[in-house]
């Protein structure tokens, strides 16, 4: 019994955060908020300033397009300029490489087809767009080095686990903040194939590919601070013996069992084992968790 219960401690380990669309951290309010991802990686001051007036100019010409307002009359393709304008960051500092990068490619996915869904000028303007991000997004490291974690081609039943954990997770607002919500629920249905097949937001590899990324990350978020408080208070800790512990370590005790329930539903738990080379971890961890606070 004894071994089992430290091979269970042992095996439980939260990784590290993942560079992806969401990065997700612990806030003040107990739920789960975006965490920035800082400005971008670069080799001296010299890059940085060519990155600077980069991001500048494709910012400019991002506001040219915007103006035109090409997607008045596709929902799908508004959405996805909002969620690029959004990632860009209002400044250069605040930029979010992954971010533009997979709001990049759902943009070349509707450039792609311009021709068939827009006037002759918004599609000039949005197949333009298109290939100046295609040159500005090279110009950032942590770009590449994304693009060289995300390989293989997910299972169907892994990605519909995925959409659909993301899903159970996003309706748990005592859990997430509407700012890792709405993203997770953006991410789902761009993988989901109905909408995929009604020409709208349609899903591409990348996006399959990013969604257990940013889900991981926010399970990761959820899970680290409980694994924390596990192995600090020492013991079982139960929701009613918490004489010596510090407040906030009281609150998260108090919280555990509401964070333990909604990542051990079915949807999480089908997620981890469809994913399960790269996210066996979540079952490890709660497994551990359980026997330290249920």
Known sequence: MILAELERKYRAQVPAQRPAVIEAELGEDGKIHRRLSGPPDARNEAQRELQRSAWQAHEAHLGALEEIDPGRNSPGLKRALADYRQAMGGAFEAFDVIGVGNHGERLKQYAARADEILMPEPAAELTAFAANHALFMPQFPRWGDYLEEVHGDPEPRAVAATAEAAREIAR???????????????????????????????????????????????????????????????????????????????????????????????????????????????????????????
């Open 172 to 294: 748990d607002d005592d859990l997430v903040g509407e700012d890792v919500a709405q993203p997770l629920v953006a991410l789902a249905d761009a993988v989901d194939p109905d909408l995929g097949q009604a020409g709208e937001d349609a899903a591409n590899d990348l996006n399959k590919k990013e969604l257990p990324r940013s889900l991981g990350n926010v399970i990761a978020a959820a899970l680290r601070p409980l694994l924390d408080v596990a192995r600090k208070a020492g013991g079982r800790v139960r929701k009613g013996a918490l004489d010596g512990l510090e407040e906030g370590t009281k609150k998260l005790v108090t919280r555990a069992m509401s964070v333990i329930g909604t990542l051990s539903g079915s949807a999480v738990i089908e997620f981890a084992a469809t994913n399960s080379v790269t996210f066996h971890w979540i079952i490890d961890v709660l497994n551990y968790l359980k026997t330290v606070f249920v």
